[in-house]
T-cell receptor, first 112, second 114 residues
Protein backbone atom coordinates (compact mmCIF):
# COMPACT_ATOMS: atom_id res chain seq x y z
CA UNK A 1 0.00 0.00 0.00
CA UNK A 2 1.11 3.52 -0.72
CA UNK A 3 0.80 6.51 1.53
CA UNK A 4 1.67 10.17 1.20
CA UNK A 5 1.77 12.50 4.18
CA UNK A 6 1.80 16.26 4.02
CA UNK A 7 2.05 17.25 7.65
CA UNK A 8 1.53 20.96 7.03
CA UNK A 9 -2.16 21.55 6.42
CA UNK A 10 -1.82 25.30 6.10
CA UNK A 11 1.06 27.73 5.76
CA UNK A 12 0.86 31.50 5.71
CA UNK A 13 3.75 33.65 4.54
CA UNK A 14 4.31 37.21 3.49
CA UNK A 15 5.20 37.91 -0.11
CA UNK A 16 8.87 37.43 -0.96
CA UNK A 17 9.44 34.95 1.80
CA UNK A 18 10.76 31.50 0.94
CA UNK A 19 8.54 28.59 1.89
CA UNK A 20 9.08 24.82 1.94
CA UNK A 21 6.26 22.32 1.66
CA UNK A 22 7.01 18.93 3.13
CA UNK A 23 6.06 15.56 1.68
CA UNK A 24 6.82 12.14 3.11
CA UNK A 25 5.82 8.97 1.31
CA UNK A 26 5.63 5.24 1.95
CA UNK A 27 5.82 2.47 -0.58
CA UNK A 28 7.27 -1.01 -0.83
CA UNK A 29 7.94 -0.67 -4.52
CA UNK A 30 11.48 0.01 -5.64
CA UNK A 31 10.31 1.82 -8.75
CA UNK A 32 7.93 4.66 -8.24
CA UNK A 33 7.25 8.21 -9.30
CA UNK A 34 6.60 11.30 -7.25
CA UNK A 35 4.64 14.33 -8.34
CA UNK A 36 3.62 17.75 -7.18
CA UNK A 37 0.36 19.32 -8.29
CA UNK A 38 -0.98 22.79 -7.63
CA UNK A 39 -4.69 23.44 -7.09
CA UNK A 40 -5.49 27.15 -7.36
CA UNK A 41 -8.78 28.55 -6.06
CA UNK A 42 -10.37 27.84 -9.45
CA UNK A 43 -10.11 24.13 -8.59
CA UNK A 44 -8.16 22.53 -11.41
CA UNK A 45 -5.08 20.39 -10.79
CA UNK A 46 -1.93 21.71 -12.40
CA UNK A 47 1.06 19.43 -12.84
CA UNK A 48 4.32 20.89 -11.51
CA UNK A 49 6.95 18.16 -11.50
CA UNK A 50 7.59 14.43 -11.82
CA UNK A 51 10.55 12.62 -10.29
CA UNK A 52 11.37 8.92 -10.54
CA UNK A 53 12.80 6.86 -7.71
CA UNK A 54 16.15 6.44 -9.40
CA UNK A 55 16.83 10.11 -9.82
CA UNK A 56 17.67 11.87 -6.61
CA UNK A 57 19.00 14.97 -8.26
CA UNK A 58 17.41 18.10 -6.98
CA UNK A 59 15.64 20.21 -9.53
CA UNK A 60 15.15 23.91 -9.92
CA UNK A 61 12.65 25.57 -12.19
CA UNK A 62 12.56 29.31 -11.81
CA UNK A 63 11.39 30.07 -8.27
CA UNK A 64 10.51 26.43 -7.65
CA UNK A 65 12.89 23.77 -6.40
CA UNK A 66 12.46 20.21 -5.27
CA UNK A 67 14.54 18.13 -2.87
CA UNK A 68 14.14 14.37 -3.21
CA UNK A 69 15.77 12.29 -0.48
CA UNK A 70 15.20 8.59 -0.76
CA UNK A 71 16.88 7.91 2.59
CA UNK A 72 14.17 9.82 4.40
CA UNK A 73 11.38 9.11 1.86
CA UNK A 74 10.84 12.79 1.39
CA UNK A 75 10.13 14.97 -1.61
CA UNK A 76 10.00 18.56 -0.45
CA UNK A 77 9.03 21.58 -2.51
CA UNK A 78 10.45 25.05 -1.99
CA UNK A 79 9.11 28.28 -3.44
CA UNK A 80 11.65 31.08 -3.37
CA UNK A 81 10.50 34.68 -3.12
CA UNK A 82 6.84 33.71 -2.88
CA UNK A 83 4.18 35.72 -4.68
CA UNK A 84 0.48 36.20 -4.04
CA UNK A 85 -0.24 34.13 -7.17
CA UNK A 86 1.40 31.16 -5.47
CA UNK A 87 -1.55 30.97 -3.09
CA UNK A 88 -3.10 27.57 -3.68
CA UNK A 89 -3.35 24.07 -2.29
CA UNK A 90 -0.34 21.97 -3.19
CA UNK A 91 -0.56 18.20 -3.41
CA UNK A 92 2.26 15.71 -3.36
CA UNK A 93 1.44 12.41 -5.04
CA UNK A 94 3.00 8.99 -5.47
CA UNK A 95 2.57 6.60 -8.37
CA UNK A 96 3.71 3.06 -7.68
CA UNK A 97 1.14 1.33 -9.79
CA UNK A 98 -1.51 2.55 -12.14
CA UNK A 99 -2.88 5.23 -9.88
CA UNK A 100 -1.81 8.34 -8.05
CA UNK A 101 -1.97 8.37 -4.28
CA UNK A 102 -2.28 11.94 -3.08
CA UNK A 103 -1.30 13.52 0.18
CA UNK A 104 -3.79 15.60 2.08
CA UNK A 105 -2.50 18.82 0.58
CA UNK A 106 -0.95 21.96 2.01
CA UNK A 107 -2.83 25.22 1.70
CA UNK A 108 -0.37 28.01 1.06
CA UNK A 109 -1.50 31.57 1.63
CA UNK A 110 0.85 34.29 0.47
CA UNK A 111 -0.09 37.70 1.84
CA UNK A 112 0.96 40.92 0.17
CA UNK B 1 -1.92 22.95 -26.02
CA UNK B 2 -3.91 19.72 -25.73
CA UNK B 3 -6.06 19.42 -22.65
CA UNK B 4 -8.53 17.14 -20.94
CA UNK B 5 -12.04 18.52 -21.17
CA UNK B 6 -14.82 17.74 -18.74
CA UNK B 7 -18.51 18.51 -18.98
CA UNK B 8 -20.50 19.80 -17.26
CA UNK B 9 -18.47 21.99 -14.93
CA UNK B 10 -21.19 21.80 -12.30
CA UNK B 11 -24.12 19.42 -11.96
CA UNK B 12 -26.83 19.39 -9.36
CA UNK B 13 -28.88 16.25 -9.03
CA UNK B 14 -31.45 14.80 -6.69
CA UNK B 15 -30.55 11.90 -4.48
CA UNK B 16 -31.30 8.61 -6.18
CA UNK B 17 -30.93 9.97 -9.69
CA UNK B 18 -28.39 8.71 -12.21
CA UNK B 19 -25.67 11.05 -13.43
CA UNK B 20 -23.15 10.76 -16.22
CA UNK B 21 -19.99 12.80 -16.09
CA UNK B 22 -18.23 13.26 -19.38
CA UNK B 23 -14.60 13.65 -20.30
CA UNK B 24 -12.64 14.01 -23.49
CA UNK B 25 -9.06 12.86 -22.81
CA UNK B 26 -6.06 14.05 -24.77
CA UNK B 27 -6.19 12.34 -28.13
CA UNK B 28 -2.96 10.32 -28.12
CA UNK B 29 -3.28 9.22 -24.51
CA UNK B 30 -4.01 5.57 -23.75
CA UNK B 31 -4.74 5.55 -20.02
CA UNK B 32 -7.75 7.21 -18.49
CA UNK B 33 -8.66 7.85 -14.89
CA UNK B 34 -11.32 9.20 -12.61
CA UNK B 35 -10.50 10.79 -9.27
CA UNK B 36 -12.74 12.32 -6.65
CA UNK B 37 -12.18 15.16 -4.22
CA UNK B 38 -14.71 15.74 -1.48
CA UNK B 39 -14.70 19.41 -0.54
CA UNK B 40 -11.67 20.29 1.54
CA UNK B 41 -10.23 16.79 1.38
CA UNK B 42 -7.57 15.05 -0.63
CA UNK B 43 -7.90 13.74 -4.13
CA UNK B 44 -8.81 10.06 -4.19
CA UNK B 45 -8.35 7.53 -6.97
CA UNK B 46 -11.51 5.89 -8.29
CA UNK B 47 -10.62 3.93 -11.40
CA UNK B 48 -8.15 3.53 -14.23
CA UNK B 49 -9.07 2.37 -17.71
CA UNK B 50 -6.94 1.01 -20.50
CA UNK B 51 -7.68 -0.84 -23.71
CA UNK B 52 -11.42 -0.61 -23.10
CA UNK B 53 -11.41 -2.17 -19.71
CA UNK B 54 -10.87 -1.27 -16.11
CA UNK B 55 -7.27 -1.88 -15.09
CA UNK B 56 -7.57 -0.88 -11.45
CA UNK B 57 -10.24 0.41 -9.13
CA UNK B 58 -10.40 1.56 -5.55
CA UNK B 59 -12.76 0.54 -2.77
CA UNK B 60 -14.76 3.68 -3.44
CA UNK B 61 -15.60 2.45 -6.94
CA UNK B 62 -18.44 0.13 -5.97
CA UNK B 63 -21.30 -1.29 -8.02
CA UNK B 64 -23.04 2.04 -8.34
CA UNK B 65 -20.16 3.37 -10.43
CA UNK B 66 -19.31 2.44 -13.98
CA UNK B 67 -17.06 3.78 -16.69
CA UNK B 68 -17.28 3.60 -20.41
CA UNK B 69 -15.53 4.76 -23.54
CA UNK B 70 -18.53 4.87 -25.84
CA UNK B 71 -16.61 6.16 -28.83
CA UNK B 72 -13.06 7.07 -29.76
CA UNK B 73 -13.03 10.31 -27.84
CA UNK B 74 -15.30 10.32 -24.80
CA UNK B 75 -14.73 8.70 -21.43
CA UNK B 76 -17.67 8.68 -19.03
CA UNK B 77 -18.31 8.04 -15.37
CA UNK B 78 -21.84 6.96 -14.44
CA UNK B 79 -23.22 6.99 -10.94
CA UNK B 80 -26.41 4.94 -10.96
CA UNK B 81 -28.20 6.10 -7.84
CA UNK B 82 -26.57 9.13 -6.32
CA UNK B 83 -26.22 9.60 -2.60
CA UNK B 84 -25.56 12.76 -0.65
CA UNK B 85 -22.03 11.58 0.04
CA UNK B 86 -21.30 11.43 -3.68
CA UNK B 87 -21.17 15.22 -3.66
CA UNK B 88 -17.61 16.04 -4.68
CA UNK B 89 -15.39 17.34 -7.43
CA UNK B 90 -14.76 14.62 -9.98
CA UNK B 91 -11.58 14.84 -12.01
CA UNK B 92 -10.89 12.99 -15.21
CA UNK B 93 -7.26 12.46 -16.18
CA UNK B 94 -5.35 10.85 -18.99
CA UNK B 95 -1.76 9.83 -19.60
CA UNK B 96 0.28 8.49 -22.47
CA UNK B 97 1.49 5.53 -20.46
CA UNK B 98 1.12 4.77 -16.80
CA UNK B 99 3.39 5.42 -13.83
CA UNK B 100 6.20 7.24 -15.47
CA UNK B 101 4.33 10.03 -17.11
CA UNK B 102 2.27 12.72 -15.61
CA UNK B 103 -1.48 12.46 -15.70
CA UNK B 104 -3.11 15.52 -17.19
CA UNK B 105 -6.22 16.49 -15.31
CA UNK B 106 -9.38 18.09 -16.55
CA UNK B 107 -10.81 21.10 -14.80
CA UNK B 108 -13.24 18.92 -12.87
CA UNK B 109 -16.99 18.52 -12.54
CA UNK B 110 -18.50 19.63 -9.29
CA UNK B 111 -21.35 17.25 -8.46
CA UNK B 112 -23.85 18.37 -5.86
CA UNK B 113 -26.41 15.83 -4.69
CA UNK B 114 -29.41 17.33 -2.92
Amino acid sequence: AQKVTQAQTEISVVEKEDVTLDCVYETRDTTYYLFWYKQPPSGELVFLIRRNSFDEQNEISGRYSWNFQKSTSSFNFTITASQVVDSAVYFCALNAGNMLTFGGGTRLMVKP
Amino acid sequence: EPEVTQTPSHQVTQMGQEVILRCVPISNHLYFYWYRQILGQKVEFLVSFYNNEISEKSEIFDDQFSVERPDGSNFTLKIRSTKLEDSAMYFCASSVTYRNTEAFFGQGTRLTVV
